[in-house]
């Protein structure tokens, strides 16, 4: 009886330039199926963009170390069609043109000029609509679609909804503002865990290399805990590399549910019995991230918020409805909020979020943040005071105004300033040489 051989994962620790992503791929045997004369698309992992200000993009965002280094073993193996693709979350979501800014940053344009790389702003590309089956059709850059070939590069990181993020998660950038928001939508059945797990599924053949020189601890942005982990997990299987990847962050693939979904849908086992693994072993490199931010028991309030006593606001723990953009501003609002506490409990205020959140029925205010919230409860009689935020995403000016209306004196100049916040994570990494900016410069 014929046996399908194991998917082979690689684990290689990183320590030299372009030595460590070679041996990453060799291992795994990522490029041994490579056409002649491919056309090849990197999608690295951009998350957010800003221009007003440097941010620590540790764990955030893909090093452009990494992107160099598959650059030249691409070439090594005689590519010449080299792509680099990205569809960042822009702020605000029409100021396209930041992402040639976040590539000109990030020195993806000496890799033009050095290797003639070419860029692509998706959201100046075309998009393609694809059924992905059990009634999920979305729309993909039509471009990664109609290459030869992927090379996955992912940040190797937690997440605080999907638990982690990880070579299935960063497709979710290829795909449109309207078929992410689908992501998010309120089905039971159909969840952001359902839909992301299909995203891999249309892709051409693939390489992925999870990027661990930063790894990031309740990502996947800059307010979680960013570590210096030095790992590389690469395989030509995307989920037999995301479970690796998930058991290296310390989460077993089978408490993760898109990639539950996945492997049911690929007939797979969770428990990594079909998969190789070359190189460091899973147990030798292990480092338990965290995936969720703590609220409290009730879920009424940030851990933080509470431990510093904040009374008369509930400000509801995010669900997986809560889209992307919405997210987003929720953590500037959340810093604005702490930074507005004086010592007064406020006036029995709520925040509902996302597309499910329910009222209490029995606080004095409620706001609703955001345009499918405003839909949500515009008739909902067990609202006492509706304060709506409208807009998708809300604007900054409208959330102040709302916040102050509910008597929760928020600082204008935060919202102001909304894309200068960022910088201010900066101060955490003041004097610790193990985060190193070279890492995201091109020289």
């Given at each position: 009886?014929?046996?399908?051989?194991?998917?082979?994962?690689?684990?290689?620790?990183?320590?030299r330039p372009?030595e460590s992503v070679r041996?990453?791929?060799?291992l795994?045997?990522g490029?041994d199926?490579l056409?002649p004369k491919?056309k090849?698309?990197?999608?690295?992992?951009?998350v957010?963009?800003?221009?007003?200000a440097?941010?620590?993009?540790?764990g955030?965002?893909t090093?452009s170390?990494?992107?160099e280094?598959m650059?030249i073993?691409?070439?090594?193996?005689g590519?010449d069609?080299?792509?680099i693709?990205?569809?960042?979350?822009?702020?605000?979501?029409?100021a396209?043109d930041h992402q040639?800014?976040?590539f000109?940053?990030?020195g993806?344009?000496a890799?033009?000029?050095?290797?003639?790389?070419?860029l692509?702003?998706?959201?100046k590309?075309?998009?393609k609509k694809?059924?992905l089956g059990?009634?999920?059709?979305?729309k993909?850059n039509?471009?990664?679609?109609?290459s030869?070939f992927?090379?996955d590069?992912?940040?190797l990181?937690?997440h605080?909804m999907?638990?982690v993020?990880?070579?299935i998660k960063n497709?979710k950038?290829?795909?449109?503002?309207p078929?992410r928001?689908?992501?998010?939508?309120t089905?039971?059945?159909?969840?952001l865990?359902?839909m992301?797990?299909?995203l891999a599924d249309?892709?051409?053949p693939?390489?992925?290399?999870?990027?661990?020189?930063y790894?990031?601890?309740?990502?996947?942005?800059i307010?979680?805990?960013?570590?210096r982990?030095n790992?590389?997990?690469?395989s030509a299987?995307?989920l037999?590399?995301?479970?690796v990847?998930?058991?290296?962050?310390g989460h077993?693939p089978?408490d993760?549910?898109h990639?539950?979904?996945?492997?049911r849908?690929?007939?797979r086992?969770?428990?990594?019995s079909?998969?190789?693994?070359?190189?460091e072993?899973?147990?030798?490199?292990?480092v338990?991230?965290q995936y969720?931010?703590p609220?409290t028991a009730?879920?009424h309030?940030?851990m933080p918020?509470?431990?510093m006593g904040?009374?008369?606001?509930s400000y509801y723990?995010y669900?997986?409805s809560?889209?992307?953009?919405?997210s987003?501003?929720?953590?500037?609002?959340?810093y604005a909020?702490?930074?507005a506490?004086q010592g007064?409990?406020?006036g029995?205020?709520e925040?509902?979020s996302?597309?499910?959140?329910?009222?209490?029925?029995?606080?004095?205010?409620t706001i609703l943040?955001?345009?499918?919230m405003?839909q949500a409860?515009?008739?909902n009689?067990?609202i006492r005071?509706?304060?709506?935020i409208k807009?998708?995403?809300?604007?900054?000016?409208?959330?102040?105004?709302?916040?102050q209306?509910a008597?929760i004196d928020?600082?204008?100049?935060i919202f102001?300033?909304?894309?200068?916040l960022?910088?201010k994570?900066?101060k955490?990494?003041?004097?610790r040489?193990?985060f190193?900016e070279s890492?995201f410069?091109i020289?």
């Open positions: 009886m014929h046996m399908k051989p194991n998917s082979l994962v690689s684990i290689v620790r990183y320590e372009l041996k990453a791929v060799e795994c045997r490029l199926y056409p491919a090849v698309f990197i999608k690295p992992n951009i957010f963009w800003t221009v007003e440097n941010f620590p993009k540790y955030v965002i090093t170390r990494v992107i280094d650059v073993v691409l070439k090594e193996y590519v069609d080299i792509v693709g990205e569809g960042t979350v822009l702020r605000p979501p029409q396209t040639e800014h976040a000109e940053t990030l993806y344009t890799l033009h000029k050095r290797y003639g790389v070419k692509l702003n998706i959201w590309r075309p998009f694809i059924d059990a009634g999920v059709i979305l993909f039509a471009d990664i679609l109609e030869d992927v090379v590069l992912p940040v990181k937690t605080s999907t638990v993020s990880l070579g497709l950038g290829m795909i449109d503002i078929s928001k689908k992501c998010h939508s089905g039971p059945r159909k969840d865990h359902f992301v797990a299909r249309p892709m051409p693939m390489l992925t290399l999870l990027d661990g020189i790894t990031s601890e309740r990502g996947p942005n307010d979680g805990t960013m570590h982990s790992l590389l997990v690469a299987d995307v037999s590399a995301d479970m990847g998930a058991e290296v962050l077993h089978a993760v549910p990639l539950v979904h996945a492997a849908n690929r007939k086992p969770l428990d990594l079909d998969v190789d693994v070359a190189g072993s899973i147990e030798d490199v292990r338990p991230h969720d931010f609220y009730d879920n309030l940030p918020m509470s431990e904040v009374k008369g606001l723990k669900d997986l809560l889209c992307t953009y919405c987003g501003l929720t953590r500037t609002v959340i909020i702490a930074r506490w007064e409990p406020w029995d205020v925040v509902l996302g597309k499910v959140m329910q009222p209490a029925g029995d606080k004095k205010k943040f955001g345009k499918c405003c409860h515009k008739e009689d067990r005071q509706m304060i709506p807009g998708c995403p809300p604007k900054p000016d409208s959330i102040v105004k709302a916040f209306r008597g928020v600082d204008p100049n102001k300033n909304v894309g200068k960022p910088g994570f900066l955490r990494f003041a004097g040489p193990e190193e890492h410069r020289s």
